[in-house]
Nanobody, 124 residues
Framework: QVLLVESGGGSVQAGGSLRLSCAAS????????MGWFRQAPGKEREFVAT????????YYADSVEGRFTISRDNAKNTVYLQMNSLIPEDTAVYYC?????????????????WGQGTQVTVSS
């Protein structure tokens, strides 16, 4: 079992930055892949970024490539999402998720555990 708690959301103007954190419980954190997803009002949940169990491999959605960076600290059981050059289209509830497979994956169906989400609002 992995319990995930996101933090770091908030409101920011376009062009600004935020860093999301996702703290995980459980001793298996260092073996799972982690992902970030988001859901905007009236839209389906979409993939944002993923990182493998060791942190050596990452993968991003085209819409955030070059602006967002996913990282993890296995000693702290935490995964991060650094978001720069934010635009209003980034406004959404952001969720972190854990995949027991350990490898990077963009499909939400591959993730076994989900956090409750944190709101990010970007104003123009």
């Amino acid at each position: 079992q992995v319990l995930l708690v996101e933090s770091g959301g908030g409101s920011v103007q376009a062009g600004g930055s935020l860093r999301l954190s996702c703290a995980a419980s459980g001793r298996t954190f260092s073996t799972v892949a982690m992902g970030w997803f988001r859901q905007a009002p009236g839209k389906e949940r979409e993939f944002v970024a993923t990182i493998n169990w060791s942190g050596a491999t990452t993968y991003y959605a085209d819409s955030v490539e070059g602006r967002f960076t996913i990282s993890r600290d296995n000693a702290k059981n935490t995964v991060y999402l650094q978001m720069n050059s934010l635009i209003p289209e980034d406004t959404a509830v952001y969720y972190c998720a854990a995949a027991a497979g350990g490898v990077v994956v963009a499909r939400s169906e591959a993730y076994d555990y989900w956090g409750q989400g944190t709101q990010v609002t970007v104003s123009s």
